[in-house]
């Protein structure tokens, strides 16, 4: 039996459903994202094909507090969850409730630059929430 019967398909993230090729300095991919699980999850399979294959896979679900939940795994053995959801600036942000891994860094993606057919997505992390170095940025086009 569902535990809640209140949520409707997902919205939010609509932006990011389809099959997308990734560039970034020194590197490319493929991302595909998919509406799962009767349209109430977001599903995505993620492949960096160069300089060296990598694999990651996330589900994200929205609560219904409006805050949106994400687990990622990886085939580094990395997990994290993180939370998130539109912000004013029309960015999309999914940042670590705590510190996180041996380094113990705050961590966070950001989609921004929305639109049609591309967006750009950051990976960033931080001391203190306040400030955000960025380690990886990906330039997305609809595939």
């Given amino acids: 039996m569902p535990l809640s019967t209140t949520l409707t398909v997902v919205e939010g993230l609509d932006f990011w459903i ?8 020194g590197g490319h991919g493929t991302n595909t994202v998919t509406r799962e699980m009767g349209g109430h999850v977001i599903t995505e399979r ?13 589900v994200s679900v929205p609560g219904p507090d ?4 994400q687990t990622w795994v990886d085939s580094s053995g990395s997990y994290w969850h993180f939370e998130g959801g539109p912000q004013q600036d ?3 942000v999914f940042a670590t409730p705590g510190r996180v891994d041996a380094d ?6 950001v989609f921004s630059d929305i639109g049609a057919d591309r967006f750009a997505w ?3 992390f931080s001391e203190d929430r306040a400030t955000w170095e960025q380690r990886w940025a990906i330039a997305y086009r609809r595939a």
């Fill in 18 to 25: 389809g099959r997308w090729t990734g560039t970034w300095e």
């Fill in 46 to 58: 993620f492949q960096a094909l160069e300089p060296e294959p990598f694999s990651g896979l996330s």
């Fill in 66 to 69: 409006g805050i949106w939940r």
């Fill in 90 to 92: 029309g960015t999309f």
């Fill in 104 to 109: 113990q860094l705050y961590k966070r993606m």
């Fill in 122 to 124: 950051r990976w960033e």
